[in-house]
């Protein structure tokens, strides 16, 4: 499941920079998490550091990009190699 930032946001600037995989950045009026790009964090940490971080706790579970622990992992594996080959 990729994670979703609601409309709350009040744009502190904590997530965007704690996102490994570079998911987060500022929309049109606060921040929005790339779910081609979030992973939960699988591969990297625990827990999502965004949510982790967020002081009003306005990062959710998006309900329209489910997505199992190993299909985040393969996500995960696949955004590692396109950063290498890029490199």
């Given amino acids: 499941m990729a994670l979703k930032i609601l409309e709350a946001c009040i744009n502190c600037d904590m997530c965007e920079p704690e996102c490994p995989n570079k998911a987060i950045s500022m929309?049109?009026?606060t921040y929005v998490i790339?779910?081609?790009?979030c992973t939960e964090c699988v591969g990297y940490y625990d827990e999502?550091?965004?949510v982790s971080v967020c002081p009003i706790d306005c990062i959710i579970t998006d309900?329209?990009?489910v997505e199992d622990r190993d299909t985040l992992y393969a996500k995960f594996v696949k955004l590692v190699q396109t950063e290498s080959?890029?490199?």
């Avoid at 790339?34 to 790009?37: A, C, G, I, S």
Wanted: hydrophobic share 5%.
């Fill in 27 to 29: 929309g049109e009026e």
């Fill in 34 to 37: 790339d779910p081609d790009r």
């Fill in 48 to 50: 999502p550091t965004c």
């Fill in 63 to 65: 309900p329209e990009h």
């Fill in 85 to 87: 080959e890029g490199a």
